[in-house]
């Protein structure tokens, strides 16, 4: 029933964009308009098959690049017509409510209005086509947008850094660098060699220790085979540390049985190990320097949103563990942060987090940074405070569904600790 509503919703979309376009190319030669209209219901024709087999047919048995390439068709092919139908609206609330002030003002009057008489039908016609003009234009911009996003913006790597002044901060660890890295999506890569850019990328800002917030894969452990031996090369002298995210767990894969799903997530653990990585499942663990220590935590997905999976234990993970001056809490899912770290865990003095990807699409500059996903996520990228407690969310390193990314780019983060 769900995909009947959807599709009924998307034809009324189609066929409201369809009628613009007609008004768009009125007056134009019969074959040209047949031409613009036979590759307008092609295209939507393919966006819509796309979205019926996807619903029948396990699309991750479809060839990647197809798989990758027709949902990104579909994502910015109705992002699109969403903001032509925003513009052919507004013109026709306008209309409607002009008609009943014009009607109402007949029913009050002897005879016909002169307003009325005339009814001005050529301005309508001309702000009708203006405003479908201005649709269409702007409905060109997050389509050229987000194809430049999937040609460039995917994987223009940046390195953000942040200074953090912490006043228990243990002598030896002044000047430490933490990088982090976050949400890979290996199984949305259709090459190598992006990743072998950016853990390149990565090596290259000498970091003491490496944290990776989870997410490595979109639903198998097979999509990280390929890149076993680019991730070998991610190496620290304090090591490399890592949970697992909420698309590790291989929630959102049609597996033959529960015990396809269990073996999965198993082998998944072993790949991150076999690596030489920490993986911290409800634990916790030193970072020894000097004779020095920092705690670093490390807890399973734990979101305040119930549609996500809720398998982090705090209180496991930090079951004996030393009191020490500053600890690091590694959790996948922003929302943990303020949900149930700040009220409980005041001993936690950062939270590294990912998960939101800023939702691939946004603005960001100096002074001012916004995104569809702060609706959902009131921390979502970047540092946050609460008292002494800071939370920092990485923008993630891959991308999951759309194969780009519009202002929000793919983000390696270096935290430098400093003693205040």
């Given at each position: 029933?769900?995909?009947?509503i959807?599709?009924?919703?998307?034809?009324?979309?189609?066929?409201?964009?369809?009628?613009?376009?007609?008004?768009?190319?009125?007056?134009?030669?019969?074959?040209?308009?047949?031409?613009v209209?036979?590759?307008f219901?092609?295209?939507?024709?393919?966006?819509?098959?796309?979205?019926?087999?996807?619903?029948?047919i396990?699309?991750?048995?479809?060839?990647?690049?197809l798989?990758?390439?027709?949902?990104?068709?579909?994502?910015?092919?109705?992002?699109?017509?969403?903001?032509?139908?925003?513009?052919?609206?507004?013109?026709?609330?306008?209309?409607?409510?002009?008609?009943?002030?014009?009607?109402?003002?007949?029913?009050?009057?002897?005879?016909?209005?002169?307003?009325?008489?005339a009814?001005?039908p050529?301005?309508?016609?001309?702000?009708?086509?203006?405003?479908?003009?201005?649709?269409?234009?702007?409905?060109?911009?997050?389509?050229?947008?987000?194809?430049y996003?999937?040609?460039?913006?995917?994987t223009?790597?940046?390195?953000?850094?942040?200074?953090?002044?912490?006043?228990?901060?243990?002598?030896s660890?002044?000047?430490?660098?933490?990088?982090?890295?976050?949400?890979?999506?290996?199984?949305?890569?259709?090459?190598?060699?992006?990743?072998e850019?950016?853990?390149?990328?990565?090596?290259?800002?000498?970091p003491?220790v490496?944290?990776?917030?989870?997410?490595?894969?979109?639903?198998?452990?097979?999509?990280?085979?390929?890149?076993?031996?680019i991730?070998?090369?991610?190496?620290?002298?304090?090591?490399?540390?890592?949970?697992?995210?909420?698309?590790d767990?291989?929630?959102?894969?049609?597996?033959?049985?529960?015990?396809?799903?269990k073996?999965?997530?198993?082998?998944?653990v072993?790949?991150?190990?076999?690596?030489?990585?920490?993986?911290?499942?409800?634990?916790?663990?030193?970072?020894?320097?000097?004779?020095?220590?920092?705690?670093?935590?490390?807890?399973?997905?734990?979101?305040?949103?119930?549609?996500?999976?809720?398998?982090g234990?705090?209180?496991?993970?930090?079951?004996?563990?030393?009191?020490?001056?500053?600890?690091?809490?590694?959790?996948?899912?922003?929302?943990?942060?303020?949900?149930?770290?700040?009220?409980?865990?005041?001993?936690?003095?950062?939270?590294?987090?990912?998960?939101?990807?800023?939702?691939?699409?946004?603005?960001?500059?100096?002074?001012?940074?916004?995104?569809?996903?702060?609706?959902?996520?009131k921390?979502?990228?970047?540092?946050?405070?609460?008292k002494?407690?800071?939370?920092?969310?990485?923008?993630?390193?891959?991308?999951?569904?759309y194969?780009?990314?519009?202002?929000?780019?793919?983000?390696?983060?270096v935290?430098?600790?400093?003693?205040?």
């Amino acid at each position: 029933m769900r995909i009947f509503i959807v599709l009924a919703i998307l034809l009324c979309i189609d066929l409201y964009v369809f009628q613009g376009l007609r008004v768009l190319t009125a007056g134009r030669e019969v074959n040209t308009q047949r031409i613009v209209y036979a590759t307008f219901w092609f295209i939507t024709l393919v966006a819509v098959s796309t979205i019926v087999m996807g619903q029948f047919i396990d699309w991750h048995t479809w060839p990647r690049a197809l798989s990758t390439y027709l949902f990104a068709l579909v994502v910015i092919l109705y992002l699109s017509k969403v903001f032509v139908v925003a513009f052919l609206f507004t013109d026709d609330i306008v209309r409607v409510f002009r008609w009943t002030a014009l009607k109402a003002q007949t029913l009050f009057s002897s005879g016909p209005t002169q307003e009325l008489a005339a009814a001005v039908p050529q301005k309508g016609i001309s702000r009708l086509t203006f405003l479908v003009q201005l649709g269409f234009i702007v409905g060109a911009v997050p389509l050229v947008s987000m194809v430049y996003g999937m040609i460039k913006g995917a994987t223009d790597y940046t390195v953000r850094r942040k200074a953090m002044k912490f006043p228990n901060l243990p002598d030896s660890f002044h000047n430490f660098r933490i990088v982090q890295i976050s949400d890979l999506h290996l199984g949305s890569y259709l090459s190598q060699e992006p990743m072998e850019r950016a853990v390149q990328l990565i090596m290259e800002q000498k970091p003491d220790v490496i944290l990776f917030t989870g997410d490595m894969v979109n639903d198998r452990h097979v999509e990280a085979v390929p890149f076993r031996e680019i991730l070998k090369k991610l190496q620290a002298p304090h090591g490399v540390y890592s949970v697992l995210g909420n698309h590790d767990y291989g929630e959102y894969y049609r597996w033959p049985s529960q015990e396809d799903k269990k073996q999965n997530l198993e082998n998944l653990v072993r790949f991150q190990r076999d690596l030489g990585w920490n993986l911290l499942l409800n634990e916790h663990a030193y970072l020894e320097k000097d004779g020095e220590q920092l705690g670093l935590i490390g807890v399973e997905n734990w979101s305040s949103r119930m549609s996500f999976q809720r398998y982090g234990d705090m209180k496991k993970a930090v079951d004996g563990m030393k009191q020490l001056p500053v600890n690091i809490l590694m959790s996948h899912d922003p929302s943990h942060w303020k949900a149930e770290v700040v009220k409980e865990y005041p001993q936690v003095d950062l939270t590294l987090s990912g998960h939101t990807h800023g939702m691939q699409f946004g603005v960001e500059i100096p002074g001012f940074k916004w995104s569809p996903v702060q609706y959902v996520y009131k921390e979502w990228a970047d540092l946050y405070n609460d008292k002494k407690q800071y939370l920092y969310v990485n923008r993630g390193l891959g991308f999951i569904g759309y194969p780009g990314r519009v202002g929000i780019l793919p983000e390696i983060t270096v935290i430098d600790l400093e003693k205040a």
